[in-house]
């Protein structure tokens, strides 16, 4: 069993930045695939960003030039660094562990709100 504790996020002004973090506890975790997916008021989940165990990284069109993913295996955990944020970057971000570069894993956090406003 994996456990994950999402923080980070909050409310900033459009061309601000936020780096969001995500702690994972229980089963070793450097071996997974690891990433972040957001979900905005009456739409699907989508994927942000995902990093394998190898360290290469995927982005979603959307985020790619703003949105930095990295990890950190020794702490058991992932980094979003959001720089640039959009009104429509605004959501309810989720860690994901698991899976692969490509494909979501079947540990979730409970979600961290980001608002981008002015």
């Known amino acids: 069993q994996v456990q994950l504790v999402e923080s980070g996020g909050g409310l900033v002004q459009p061309g601000g930045s936020l780096r969001l973090s995500c702690a994972a506890s229980?089963?070793?975790?450097?071996?997974?695939?690891m990433g972040w997916y957001r979900q905005a008021p009456g739409k699907q989940r989508e994927v942000v960003a995902r990093?394998?165990?190898?360290?290469?990284?995927d982005y979603t069109n959307s985020v790619k030039g703003r949105f930095t993913i990295s990890r950190d295996n020794a702490k058991n955990s992932v980094y979003l660094q959001m720089n640039s944020l959009k009104p429509e970057d605004t959501a309810v971000y989720y860690c994901?562990?698991?899976?692969?570069?490509?494909?979501?894993?079947?540990?979730w956090g409970q979600g961290t709100q980001v608002t981008v406003s002015s």
């Open positions: 994901n562990v698991g899976g692969a570069l490509y494909r979501a894993g079947e540990y």
């Open positions: 229980g089963r070793i975790v450097s071996g997974n695939a």
């Open positions: 990093i394998n165990s190898a360290g290469k990284m």
